[in-house]
């Protein structure tokens, strides 16, 4: 028998020598925490971000149904039950302990939402957009209720209220269909998602609370009318709008860049900032309009704000394609040194030493600033003839056509009411 146990002895060496894993090349433990911050579109979004995410969920998870999917969700929204408990719309983030803590992924959770709103999420109201964080162990847990603690301290040193947020072990947990996965990156739809309460998170337990970023001072401000763009760090949208129109602001509505998504004290938002970049326009520190969301759409974001400054008969002119009464409109008798500009961009269309009287009751021009119009051709009301619109809002301005007087030969024929004039200075 001895000989036999020495050759079962060999064998059961060499396949266990096989069969035993090398880690070497075995990936590393990851971590997974439930989070709910409203929207799991943006939270997904932001959460993928942190360095050391390998992966990011959207699903559903703390209600009392097993098995649910979005339907299932917005039915018990509408159509509560007494005592069933609806899921919140949630993600799961994964992560590698090795490149980032549980503790900052708990920091970015706190500071990338506001989690004192209770049943609601910026513009996203019901008790599946409340704060969450399920746990699946009793050291998540202890972190949750520690970080908890510590960024409360840090709210209510800045003036907000009490954290809301559901802390509890996970139950119930469902992802979510697949058009729901990643969904900002399949339609980025020009937006970022909005960052929080503006507070930062302490960097430790005794440090006193700071803004992320400062409120911005009304004192500094167009009491009368004043343009705020609330931006997000790290986004692309934002630095889009930055570059494209910001950068060559000429409009004589002031206009004010912030990271804080709070409006400024005294002054009124609406509602609540759900995502950025968003403009706000103010007037007497009260919201009147805001455009949401930049993806290179100047002509768009351009209207907008010409349907906030223009009357009535400018807006039919600009963007219909009106045309005023002969002898009617503005700047007919204009002869002052100047320059004749956009309404809503401010930028310079004209110069009034190529302005001349046609004797057809608007305003004409031999020659524009260079750059400053765009022409189209145009073939309504049973005529060809050459649009001009702004190169830089885009609105309509005239006509051009080939019966002026020299050095061009042109004669650019122009409604008043959407010209500006802007005298020289003496």
Not at 187 to 206: E, I, M, Q, R, S
Not at 294 to 316: A, I, M, S, V
Not at 351 to 362: E, H, I, L, Q, V
Not at 409 to 416: D, V
Request: net charge neutral; glycine share 8%.
């Amino acid at each position: 028998m001895q000989p036999l146990k020495t050759l079962f002895l060999i064998i059961w060496g060499a396949l266990m020598m096989t069969s035993t894993p090398t880690f070497a090349n075995t990936p590393p433990a990851t971590e997974s925490i439930v989070l709910g911050m409203g929207c799991f579109w943006g939270a997904e979004k932001r959460m993928s971000e942190i360095p050391g995410v390998t992966n990011v969920q959207s699903g559903y998870a703390g209600g009392d149904v097993a098995k649910v999917d979005y339907q299932d969700l917005l039915n018990a929204e509408r159509h509560p039950k007494a005592g069933v408990k609806n899921h919140a719309e949630v993600i799961k983030v994964t992560f590698d302990p090795a490149k980032v803590s549980l503790k900052t992924i708990l920091i970015k959770f706190w500071e990338n939402h506001n989690p004192t709103q209770g049943n609601r999420q910026g513009n996203d109201v019901g008790t599946n957009y409340r704060s969450v964080i399920y746990t699946t162990s009793d050291a998540q847990r202890a972190a949750a209720l520690e970080t908890e603690a510590v960024y409360q301290t840090a709210l209510t040193q800045a003036g907000l209220g009490k954290i809301t947020t559901e802390i509890a072990p996970l139950k119930n947990y469902n992802a979510a269909e697949e058009y729901h996965q990643n969904y900002l990156k399949k339609n980025p739809n020009g937006y970022c998602g909005l960052g929080g309460t503006g507070v930062k998170y302490p960097t430790t337990a005794d440090a006193p609370a700071a803004t992320a970023y400062p409120v911005l001072n009304p004192a500094e401000l167009n009491a009368d009318r004043q343009l705020i763009e609330f931006e997000a760090p790290d986004c692309p949208f934002c630095a889009q709008f930055k570059k494209e129109v910001l950068a060559g602001w000429q409009s004589s509505v002031p206009i004010v860049a912030t990271l804080n998504p709070n409006a400024p004290a005294g002054w009124v938002l609406e509602k609540a900032l759900f995502a950025t970049p968003t403009i706000v326009l103010f007037e007497h520190g009260k919201e009147v309009s805001r455009y949401t969301g930049y993806n290179g759409d100047k002509d768009r974001f351009w209207k907008w704000l010409g349907f906030q400054l223009l009357t009535p008969e400018q807006q039919k002119i600009a963007f219909d394609q009106g045309t005023e009464r002969p002898f009617t409109g503005s700047h007919l008798d204009e002869k002052r040194p100047g320059t004749f500009v956009d309404p809503i961009t401010g930028a310079p269309l004209f110069r009034s030493d190529t302005k001349f009287n046609s004797g057809t009751g608007w305003p004409s021009f031999f020659n524009p600033i260079p750059g400053a119009i765009v022409e189209k051709v145009d073939n309504s009301h049973g005529m060809r003839r050459v649009e001009v619109v702004s190169a830089s809002s885009g609105i309509h301005l005239g006509h051009v056509f080939d019966d002026g007087p020299p050095p061009t030969g042109k004669r650019y024929c122009i409604n008043g009411d959407v010209l500006k004039f802007v005298p020289d200075a003496k």
